[in-house]
């Protein structure tokens, strides 16, 4: 959490002046009329900074024991079957070994509890504890209320591995319980209902069965067929896993029987038994401990939030003296028993910044915000489980510097006939993310008594729960010290010797080259990894890839290193993300920091039709753009294009066509190159917001990319194949009208862990001590004496025509040290692949040694002398007179590694669930 002190931004006011300020805010408050849930009146000039991330909320009300009541629903079953739990008819259930056995004849089925229980948005993982034998199959199925339990709405999962008891723990994933899903009359539910969405949208599973069966069987609905040596095979691409990492199976019926090699397998009776001894319905919203906060997904938004249950048996009727006023006569609405406050106290200035979302049955929640002194006039936000975040940014000058509480009181609305829902708002505005909310309090003492009910019944224990989460609140004031906004663009899989800026002779970049000849080039920089997680990775955190160890889809960086959007948010920057690969978002661990962290689900990214992502990406970032317009933001933009799949609009094709001697159909790279042109289009709308914003001249522009992209150049294509300078040169250009020089071009060796602390240096900020780059900001902004002059050396290297002689400069104060070696790191493979292996780079003083690493040993592969070859065609490996060279890179090489996995911090990556999966071997990550 970020805590400046008032004095640091400077608005501290005598007493006198504060009382005499109350008083005036206070008469003018009586005649305040409009919406106060809006964009807060910003101060003439001034740049707004965070000053503090969250509230400490608490629980207040008569009957709140001050803790959430729990989501997760634990069934014990060391008694016997738990209340609400049926066996079939045919099974034999008793008590044994600490839960319950059960026997039967080839099924048998445990049902689940009431309907109503089971909650897709707020359940995320059915747990069972069971003593399994290897030869039983367990299966969970499930239905919606009027409907038969079916073998197409069913999951397998692997048995875990026993403890000391020989209990498994089998876990299934609630949100992949999908299919059947029906919209009102029985028809099929319309394409772009919450259910098609990669989130956790509530699907109608009404009530759930634990079947057990022999191993290898398949229900054919009356009869089941046998054959111990055939598996059970997926047949829904959308929720098939493979069976290595215990993955989701679904069983079609109309497959039929088993068929063996002398026909169809005959009918034969096949005894059933296994222990249970618990059944758990877990949610990840409840917090391990009072304080704790989530990281919560909604939509594909990602935000830091505490989760509070609305609803419970416990539910009382809503007091008229807090009922919104300019809620329609036609609204109806049950109070729940949460009522949270926190204390507050802002600066004369301040805003605060505010999101909610909900989860829950079809739950909408109505949340009035107001203050315990009545100075600031109530708010009242309107968000839907479907709609994702709601926004809200309050004005806090009403308070006048003074503390107070904030207060959050929450409502559900049912319709007029009591079957819940929402009808449409008369006079209702949109909020910031889209969700619907109403005006504030206009004042006054209307009555309002015949618009909602005067009691309510209490709700039933078991039904779904409603669930508000309470995003952490920003609250911003008049930055102290002005600084850039940062914009890191990255556009993966680019090779800087495919733009123009960087001497490609066909117009793949114009915009970028306007960038360029207005700010600074890095003449090569060099890639961390040739593939995308350990590559951003290094470029976010600093850290070469041994040492954050985050090197396949199984790891994931520590949360205890701290990320470029950790350091800009402790400075006082809103942080925000628009990532559309997986590798670069949360689960790599790379959303920390970030106040929002826009996953690929968020821009419909998860299904890869076409990676040409920028395009998805230029409305809401705009958009966002647009709604910070006086605010220190930080931006961090992942674009898929040009990866693979390669398909440009002939649009962006054509230029390149035009421009090639190749005839007839495109190849690879030329389609590669359309996507280029296309991602650059994009890139000049970004600058059209930027302008849009007024922030254009204010903006520290850093444009990248995470590694490059093969042509069969070395006799290999795409990427993570070789650590050659196709899949390792990116580029780096850096525009900052305010704060660098235009037309200057560096030399290095520069590499990704040197862009965030340059970033930071450049707005004035010092990087973390565990960071292990340079901060090059006055290399590149050149200051001191020092200079530039042309350099025939670099004209192999750099852009201008020809004949031209670019100005490179080499030297310079912070400028990096020519000898400075640079580590490149990969592995080929997955960590699942027996021939899975990794390899290492080394670059130094012009040289370059590729090499495979073998039980910590480092193995000479390729030797190459950069200065001379830069296509890497002369292999000097084998080469005597260059054996000391060799040698000494190997050295190097073993001792960074060496250091960097001593000092690792990686963690276990949460595990794939089907969809990312899919998402990955489409992307090639996963074959």
Known sequence: MVRLSRARYGRVMPRSARVLRRLAVALASVFLVGAACGPAEPVAGARYAV??????????????DGSIAPLTRHDDFADGLPAGWTASVSAEVDAADGGVRVRGV????????????????VHHRLVVRAKLHDDVELRVRWRRAGEDFSDERSLVRAHGPRDADGFSLVEFPVRAMRGGARAAGGAPAARGAPFDKARDAAEGVDEFELVLRPAGTRGTGDALARDGALAATGTDAGVADDAATGGAVHIDPADGPVVGPDGPAPHLPVPVEAVVASVTLASDFDPPDASATLRVDRDGLLRTARAHRVDDASRTPVSSSTTPRTWPADRHHERGPVRLEAPLDPGPHDRLRLAFAAAGRDATLLVTVSDTSGRLPHAHVEVDAREGWGACTLDLAPLGGEPTRLVLEVVRPVAADGEGGVGSTAGSARGESGTRRTAADEGGDATHGAAFRDTLEPVAADAAPAVLLVADALRLAPAATPRPDVVLYLVDTLRADRLGVYGHDRPTDPHLAEIADAGVVVERLTAASNWTRPATTSLLT??????????????????GVTTLAEALADAGYVTTSFVTNYNAGAWSGLDQGFDEAREPTAHGASAVATTLTSAVLADPLAAFLAEHADEQVFVYVHSMDPHQPYRPPMDDLYPIMRNSPEIGRPTDALNYEGEIHHNDRMLARLDEALAASGRADDTLLAVTSDHGEAFGEHGVFAHRSSLHEEQIRVPWVLRWPAGLPAGRRVAGPITHVDVAPTLLGLAGLRAPD???????????RGDGPGGAAPDDSAASDVVGGPGARPLVVRSGPGAPDPDRPLLVHTTHGTAEDEDAHEEVAVLRGGWKLVAGVLDGDVVPRHLYRLTDDPGERADLVGDPAHAAVRAALARWAEDALREGRAASRSEAAEAMDPERRRWMEEMGYLR
């Open 770 to 780: 565990d960071w292990r780059g340079l901060d090059l900001a006055a290399f590149l």
């Open 51 to 64: 000053v503090a991330r969250g509230l400490a909320w608490e629980r207040v009300g008569a009957e709140d």
């Open 542 to 559: 600093s850290l070469d890839p041994p040492r954050h160890g985050n090197l396949t889809h199984l790891d994931r960086v520590s949360d």
């Open 106 to 121: 080839d099924e048998v089925a445990l049902r689940g509890p009431a309907p109503g229980v089971v909650e897709v948005s």
